[in-house]
């Protein structure tokens, strides 16, 4: 079945230092692909998608570009704050149209002043 | 503007007690879903309704029970509490079929099983 694979956490950085958190998966056909963010206390929040090969979201100044040979969805920011500290989702939704989501195990990003 | 509501927001069961954890969305939205996260696994789908009156099982609905109230409410039914259902429970509501398809979350019911 469909699966999404997260590198593993934690990461800690320090502020102004460049993130990449690593995300691929497996499908069939060609799902839509998503990063969600989990700020502590809170509930998921969409941060990023892309629906088709190629396209690159944005948001807040990360980026994640939809890669079809490599299947992956890498989320990457140049600059973090220590307000991005978070844990992030990578999830992935098939084209079967019932919005069912499909999540990695969430990578926890601790960033240091 | 609430968007996705869940109650409550923290629980404690003794096992074999029942509990049902509530869901509202006032987004007009006409799919709603039951997830649950566990350290290191993500979030896995319990149960979801495509639209008001059908209801779906997800990846792990073994100990649950749901029941699309309306359109606007979800609920999520623990007959038998167990140890393995202690967990962090989210209800998310979209409407799927469209390019700008985005899942709304509630903050959470955080569940423990003693």
């Known amino acids: 079945g469909d699966s999404v694979t997260q590198m593993e956490g934690p990461v800690t950085l320090s502020e102004e230092a460049f993130l990449t958190i690593n995300c691929t998966y497996t499908?069939?056909?060609?799902?839509?692909l998503f990063w969600y963010v989990q700020y502590p206390g809170e509930g998921l929040q969409l941060l990023l998608k892309a629906t088709k090969a190629d396209d690159k979201g944005s948001n807040k100044g990360f980026e994640a570009t939809y890669r079809k040979e490599t299947t992956s969805f890498h989320l990457e920011k140049g600059s973090v704050q220590v307000s991005d500290s978070a844990v992030y989702f990578c999830?992935?939704?098939?084209?079967?149209?019932?919005?069912?989501?499909?999540f990695g195990q969430g990578t926890t990003l601790q960033v240091k002043p | 503007n609430a968007g996705v509501t869940q109650t409550p927001k923290f629980q404690v069961l003794k096992t074999g007690q029942s509990m049902t954890l509530q869901c509202a969305q006032d987004?007009?939205?006409?799919?709603m879903y039951w997830y649950r996260q566990d350290p290191g696994m993500g979030l896995r789908l319990i149960y979801y309704?495509?639209?008001?009156?059908?209801?779906d099982k997800g990846e792990v609905p073994n100990g649950y029970n749901v029941s699309r109230l309306n359109k606007r409410e979800f609920s999520l039914r623990l007959e038998s509490a167990a140890p393995s259902q202690t967990s962090v429970y989210f209800c998310a509501s979209t409407s799927p079929g469209t390019r700008n398809t985005e899942a709304f979350f509630g903050q959470g019911t955080r569940l423990t099983v003693v």
């Open positions: 999830a992935l939704s098939d084209r079967s149209n019932t919005g069912k989501l499909i």
């Open positions: 987004m007009n939205h006409n799919s």
């Open positions: 499908a069939t056909g060609y799902p839509s």
């Open positions: 309704s495509a639209s008001e009156g059908t209801t």
